[in-house]
């Protein structure tokens, strides 16, 4: 079974932090991503990555950066966190198969991320 | 852009009985797949049922079963002999074929179950 895991269930930070938000998967996916999850709101992209050292912007990427080092490893930085990034947290992989239904997206547990 | 719309944010069913969940999509390709998840409560998304867009038939995955209506643009779910493990937020999301990433979601649909 794929296995998808965030380095937290709960995060509290402060203002102004900056906060990590990490991510591994054990399937050898080529594509991860992250989405941010709001009530009312769905889920919303907000970066992803096709392979080791390639990111892409998603729908909101601003106040967001990521690092992609090693093929396993997703991490979600927010560089001075603010209390508008409170909110959950998803990360997902998936197989770089272009064009075939077959390569679903495997979500990990969530951070639930708060900023006071 | 494609845009996908769930028009009921709650729903509710009694054990053993069917409900059905309502999804809507926007597009202008005639390639596409589409997506069914569900999260329970405190648990992790997992996928429920797909289809391609291509195939005129309806996916089914055991009780779970869908209505694709391709000029409708419509991809209904339909939960058949309701389960309390059922009890979840179901969300409807779509991806353009040759695109390898992009999940394009609703807002999500909070299924209750009554015992």
């Known amino acids: 079974d794929v296995k998808v895991t965030q380095s937290s269930r709960y995060l509290v930070k402060r203002t102004g932090e900056k906060v990590f938000l990490e991510c591994v998967q054990d399937?050898?996916?080529?594509?991860m991503f992250w989405y941010r999850q709001d009530p009312g709101l769905g889920l919303r992209l907000i970066y992803f990555?096709?392979?080791?050292?390639?990111?892409e912007k998603g729908d909101i990427p601003e106040g967001y950066s990521v690092s992609r080092e090693k093929k396993e490893r997703f991490s979600l930085i927010l560089e001075s966190a603010s209390t508008n990034q409170t909110s959950m947290y998803l990360c997902?992989?998936?197989?770089?198969?272009?064009?075939?239904?077959?390569?679903?997206?495997?979500f990990g547990p969530g951070t639930r991320l708060t900023v006071l | 852009a494609q845009t996908v719309t769930q028009s009921q944010p709650e729903m509710s069913v009694q054990e053993a009985e069917t409900v059905t969940l309502s999804c809507t999509y926007d597009?202008?390709?005639?390639?596409?797949?589409l997506f069914w998840y569900k999260q329970p409560p405190s648990r992790q998304m997992i996928l429920v049922i797909r289809?391609?867009?291509?195939?005129?038939q309806n996916a089914t995955e055991n009780r779970f079963s869908v209505n694709f209506q391709k000029a409708a643009k419509s991809f209904s779910l339909k939960i058949s002999d309701s389960q309390l493990g059922d009890a979840a937020m179901y969300f409807c999301?779509?991806?353009?074929?040759?695109?390898?990433?992009?999940?394009?979601f609703g807002k999500g649909t909070l299924l209750t179950v009554n015992p």
């Open positions: 597009t202008s390709e005639s390639d596409y797949y």
């Open positions: 289809q391609e867009a291509y195939k005129q």
């Open positions: 997902a992989s998936s197989l770089g198969l272009a064009g075939s239904s077959y390569n679903e997206q495997f």
């Open positions: 999301a779509y991806r353009s074929d040759g695109s390898n990433y992009k999940l394009t």
């Open positions: 399937m050898d996916h080529e594509n």
């Open positions: 990555s096709y392979d080791v050292k390639m990111k």
